[in-house]
């Protein structure tokens, strides 16, 4: 979804599951940016190794290998609710109502089969990698230190699955907004005009200045 996006909130059992499940968004997020933060101070070892002691961080590659996952797929739920994946609103931007509900949910319930999909493959991808009876639960590994793959493949499921959680949920939003005709519906992303997006971004910057004054 292109732009940014606000997501209401009441007391219906639609927003506390959304509320609920952003928690759980919000700390994959958040193991997202610390995988970052360790990789960046892996290369910082590895570099300062290398040229300080003439030995680079042994299995810098293989470690990388396994935080991709986590870079890459840990936040992916978490952008979802916040509406912040690219689309092309050329079209969609110019509907209301329920006419724009419908289409919402039609291409939700499109990504919605895809990521079933996507959880089962990548299951099955985790599953051909573990073995309880191999040495670490792993019938392949990396090649430089040799650390077991199956815990970075276990997270593209994981990821994913809460993606579907997330999806499941939009798709009762919309439905709702498309029964109710609401303009406002609860637990979706509400894309917002350039207009408003600005003003929320002063008003962010005011609160930022006006706290770095007050502690001055």
């Known amino acids: 979804m292109a732009g940014s996006s606000s997501v209401l909130e009441d007391s219906s059992l639609l927003s506390r599951f959304d509320r609920s499940l952003f928690k759980v968004e919000s700390f994959l997020a958040l193991l997202s940016g610390l995988a970052?933060?360790?990789?960046?101070?892996?290369?910082?070892?590895?570099?300062?190794?290398?040229?300080?002691?003439?030995?680079?961080?042994?299995?810098?590659?293989?470690?990388?290998?396994?935080?991709?996952?986590?870079?890459a797929f840990m936040g992916i739920a978490y952008t979802q609710r916040l509406g912040g994946?690219?689309?092309?609103?050329?079209?969609?931007?110019?509907?209301?109502?329920?006419?724009?509900?419908?289409?919402?949910?039609?291409?939700?319930?499109?990504?919605?089969?895809?990521?079933?999909?996507?959880v089962w493959g990548s299951f099955a991808h985790f599953q051909r990698s573990f073995d309880f009876a191999a040495p670490l639960w792993s019938r392949d590994s990396s090649l430089d230190i040799r650390l077991p793959l199956w815990p970075a493949?276990?997270?593209?499921?994981?990821?994913?699955?809460?993606?579907?959680?997330?999806?499941?949920?939009?798709?009762?939003?919309?439905?709702?907004?498309?029964?109710?005709?609401?303009?406002?519906?609860?637990?979706?992303p509400l894309i917002e005009d350039a207009a408003t997006v600005a003003a929320k971004e002063a008003e962010t910057v005011s609160a930022f200045d006006e706290g770095g004054a007050k502690n001055g």
Not at 87 to 106: N, P, T, Y
Not at 111 to 117: A, G, K, N, T
Not at 153 to 182: D, E, H
Request: glycine share 6%.
């Open 36 to 71: 970052v933060f360790m990789l960046v101070v892996l290369a910082v070892i590895s570099v300062g190794g290398r040229n300080i002691f003439n030995q680079p961080l042994r299995g810098y590659v293989d470690w990388i290998e396994q935080a991709m996952p986590l870079i």
């Open 85 to 118: 994946h690219i689309r092309m609103d050329i079209l969609v931007g110019k509907l209301r109502g329920r006419a724009l509900w419908s289409v919402e949910f039609i291409t939700t319930l499109a990504m919605f089969i895809l990521m079933i999909l996507l």
């Open 153 to 188: 493949k276990l997270l593209v499921p994981v990821a994913f699955s809460v993606l579907v959680m997330r999806l499941a949920l939009q798709l009762w939003g919309y439905f709702n907004a498309i029964i109710s005709g609401t303009k406002s519906p609860i637990a979706v």
